[in-house]
């Protein structure tokens, strides 16, 4: 697992042997997975475990903020 941002309290992993399409787990109190690209090109959450509502809105902020970013590091982890 390669941590590839931190804000807010909050770490964006990647794992090195995931599978498509393109995510980021996010770890704070909870965990929650949040797909960078969906359907219509915007990052979509995929599923929400224990984490708090403000933490999600942080993390999905990040994530659309940083899209690009994050899509790149997927690429360079898994080609």
Same mark, same amino acid.
């Given at each position: 697992? @390669?941590?590839?941002?931190?804000? =807010? *309290? ?6 090195? /042997? /995931? =599978?498509? !399409? ?6 704070? &109190? %909870? =965990?929650? #997975?949040?797909?960078?690209? *969906?359907? &219509?090109?915007? !990052? $979509?959450? @995929?599923?929400?475990? *224990?984490? #708090?509502? %403000? &933490? ?8 659309? $903020? ?9 690429? /360079?982890? =898994?080609?």
């Amino acid at each position: 697992m @390669v941590t590839v941002y931190r804000a =807010h *309290g909050l770490r964006f992993i990647i794992f090195v /042997d /995931d =599978h498509v !399409p393109a995510h980021v787990h996010v770890f704070g &109190d %909870g =965990h929650a #997975k949040i797909n960078l690209a *969906g359907a &219509d090109g915007v !990052p $979509e959450i @995929v599923t929400i475990e *224990g984490m #708090k509502r %403000g &933490d999600v809105r942080h993390a999905m902020q990040i994530v659309i $903020e940083q899209q690009q970013y994050l899509l790149s590091r997927w690429r /360079d982890i =898994h080609g």
